[in-house]
């Protein structure tokens, strides 16, 4: 009777991904990488100057 | 036996009502402590908003000169002070092992600070207020301040950055 009730129901997705060891050692590297490494470096490299207006308020013409 | 792969269809298998409970408890605690951090940001004043330039330790030093040479008032130790209108930019620079210049400011009033440092990286940490910011070479660091209480305030580097790091003290002086 158990196995019959095993074998109509499928597997849970998220059970498969659990249970390979492999594509969870790769999320972990690349969630991390990817949502720390990545988009702090994207922010990074988005960044303005200091506005030209307090500069020259500051330096005036130099 | 963990070392053994457990038996096939285990997750179909019904959870007991204690592990239910465990997990929910959980999941409780976990979701309160993720969303106190956005509480802590708008009540507890903690984390606060701010906004980055990126410069470099050069022309922060020559606009820093420049607002010293503009509103200097006189010296302590050495140190220049000033003392810069309420509602204007405020610029602090880190280098070792000084916080330049002291800075005298009115109670009540907001002033944008611009927090860098020149040589490598130092902590802008304001005594007895709980608040530290990290403050990086090349990156001008914008926060604004409005002095609450009257008295003087040191300003203590938390960051080690070498044999003098102790010594740097700079100070915030608040009048009426």
Redesign the interface.
Known sequence: M?ER??EE?K??FL?LVLDDFMLLLFLGVTIYAVSYLIWGLIELAW?????AE??Q???GG? | MALLPPE??W??KRVAKDEKMWITLALVVCLILFFWMIVWHIYGKQNPSFT????TPE?FN??TM??IE?YKVGEMNGIPVVEPPPNS?V?LVGKMWRWEPVLVLRKGQEYRF?ISSLDLLHGFSLQPVNMNFMVYPG??YVLTFKPTSTGEFAIVCNEFCGIGHHMMIGKIIVKE
Request: proline share 8%; hydrophobic share 30%; charged share 30%.
């Open positions: 158990e009730k095993t129901r597997t849970p059970q960044l303005s100057p200091i506005p307090i500069k308020e500051l330096l130099r | 096939e269809g997750y179909f980055t330039y990126r410069t022309e020559a606009l420049a607002f503009k930019d610029f611009h990156y001008d």
